[in-house]
């Protein structure tokens, strides 16, 4: 039985979505990728541990509103993401 979050796309065992917003820099986790950035309302993230995540295309992420981050961020304290 394969159990899925309401992305159709996480399984419950799958880890957490690492998730940078661009707009506001809040960085925060979620179970799925069916989410938006709980400080402004953004809905297009960026993802960040999708490594972990290796059976999900950049066209699947793509369908909701999700990028893998592939260049050097600094969150707003100044460290490396």
Known sequence: MQRKYTDNTTDYTEPFWDNLCPVCRKRFWSV??????????????????????????????????????EEDYEDINGNEL
Request: net charge negative.
């Open 32 to 69: 799925s990728l069916d989410c938006v950035c709980p400080e402004c309302g953004s809905v297009e993230l960026y993802v960040l541990n999708e490594s972990k995540h290796l059976k999900h295309d950049s066209k699947e992420l793509e369908k909701f509103h999700r990028k893998i981050m």
